[in-house]
């Protein structure tokens, strides 16, 4: 299974992007998708997540400004972006995680200017 990002770009601040993040093939016995991003010299983080159930977590930092949800016919997650910040600056990733492993896509770049 292949999970393809897509949506990244250039924005100015306070603009918005939508990531989308599109499975090869069904995906079974999926536990929770989610959104991560690493900015140059930091740590990859957790930014959304949303469990099987519909459950979703986001990071502080974005409470309020992102919103993940799911299209599950279509295999996909996404990652609704509003009131961008420069500091949202970063390479984003999505990841399922499901009971026989984990699957990561290849990340897309969003860059938001000040």
């Known amino acids: 299974v292949q999970l393809q990002a897509s949506g990244g770009g250039l924005v100015q601040a306070g603009g918005s992007l939508r990531l989308s993040c599109a499975a090869s093939r069904s995906i079974f016995n999926i536990n929770s998708m989610s959104w991560y991003r690493q900015a140059p010299g930091k740590q990859r983080e957790l930014v959304a997540l949303i469990t099987s159930g519909g459950s979703t977590n986001y990071a502080d930092s974005v409470k309020g400004r992102f919103t993940i949800s799911r299209d599950n016919a279509k295999n996909t997650v996404y990652l609704r972006m509003n009131s961008l910040e420069p500091e949202d600056t970063a390479v984003y990733y999505c990841?399922?995680?499901?009971?026989?492993?984990?699957?990561w896509g290849q990340g897309t770049q969003v860059t938001v200017s000040s």
């Open positions: 990841n399922v995680q499901a009971i026989q492993g984990a699957y």
